[in-house]
């Protein structure tokens, strides 16, 4: 009998004698939860047992043997699969980072969020832009009203209404505060 047709024999052998242990192995590790096909790693254990049996390393234990080969072509294939996704997940934040950027016409690099901030409220009416910015450089309700001897309920006024105007300027720069979040 030939080397190629003795191989072939004591493949077929173990095939037979431990295809339903291969399968049982396999079948424990619940590889769907994975993405993986019990099947293709079936066959791909029984390409490494045929490499194994074409190199003629001598199997004297088969079952702990094959036991062996099931956990490292399970680890090698979830670890392929894991790969793969941080691949999918990098590729795809950078490509959503890329579109956020080229649907911005307001992402300058040279200027901060506090330009922005300042650009959109230069864009309020007058009365409210006052009160808007001293709040800005984090002054309270009272400081505000009485800096501008204006009474407290009028200051409030001017200020929510032009906080309220900002977010909306702000959101048609392309500075939406709730993507953020």
């Known amino acids: 009998m030939s080397s190629?047709?003795?191989?072939?024999?004591?493949?077929?052998?173990?095939i037979d004698n431990f295809s339903a242990f291969i399968r049982a192995h396999v079948l424990k590790y619940n590889?769907?939860?994975f993405g993986l096909d019990p099947e293709d790693l079936i066959q791909e254990i029984k390409?490494?047992?045929w490499k194994i049996i074409d190199d003629e390393k001598n199997i004297t234990n088969p079952p702990s043997y094959l036991k062996k080969v099931v956990e490292s072509v399970v680890i090698d294939q979830i670890r392929k699969v894991r790969k793969e996704e941080e691949i999918f997940i990098s590729e795809r934040q950078k490509l959503i980072s890329e579109?956020?950027?080229?649907?911005?016409?307001?992402?300058?690099?040279?200027c901060s969020l506090k330009e922005y901030?300042?650009?959109?409220?230069?864009q309020l009416i007058?009365?409210?832009?006052?009160?808007v910015k001293l709040y800005l450089l984090n002054m309270n309700l009272l400081e505000i009203s009485d800096y501008l001897n204006y009474s407290q309920a009028k200051t409030r006024n001017l200020l929510y209404?032009?906080?309220?105007?900002?977010?909306?300027?702000?959101?048609?720069?392309?500075?939406?505060?709730?993507?953020?979040?």
Not at 99 to 110: G, K, L, R
């Open 161 to 181: 209404r032009g906080l309220a105007d900002l977010r909306k300027i702000l959101k048609e720069m392309g500075l939406d505060h709730e993507k953020r979040r």
């Open 31 to 33: 590889l769907q939860k």
């Open 47 to 49: 390409l490494k047992i």
């Open 99 to 110: 579109n956020e950027s080229q649907f911005n016409p307001y992402s300058d690099q040279n």
């Open 117 to 122: 901030i300042l650009k959109a409220a230069d």
């Open 4 to 14: 190629k047709g003795r191989k072939e024999k004591e493949f077929q052998k173990i």
């Open 126 to 131: 007058e009365s409210r832009k006052i009160v």
